[in-house]
Nanobody, 115 residues
């Protein structure tokens, strides 16, 4: 059974940085696409960043230049490096991985940006 486990969330001051990690286990196949979503209170879940198996990346306009997505295929792990964090980045961040055309979700990790 495919499982995704996120880590790295926490409380950070505005302007600070965090790195999220998501490990995919339970499959002999590497995920094709890996994505980070976020959901703030009272808002819909939104796509933050995505990366293909060939490391082609895409970002939401709101995080371009501040966030960097990367992956380690040998470890079936995707990362999200977040810099210059703003209060509006506060949300639960979810990892999503597509394995043989099926999408899987992690449980989410809370990121709070506050002074």
């Amino acid at each position: 059974q495919v499982q995704l486990v996120e880590s790295g969330g926490g409380l950070v001051q505005p302007g600070g940085s965090l790195r999220l990690s998501c490990v995919v286990s339970g499959s002999i196949f590497s995920p094709s696409a890996m994505r980070w979503y976020r959901q703030a209170p009272g808002k819909q879940r939104e796509l933050v960043a995505s990366i293909t198996i060939n490391s082609i990346t895409n970002y939401a306009d709101s995080v371009k230049g501040r966030f960097t997505i990367s992956r380690d295929n040998a470890k079936n792990t995707v990362y999200l490096r977040m810099s210059s964090l703003k209060p509006e980045d506060t949300a639960v961040y979810y990892c999503n991985a597509v394995v043989r055309s099926v999408g899987y979700w992690g449980q989410g990790t809370q990121v709070t940006v506050s002074s």
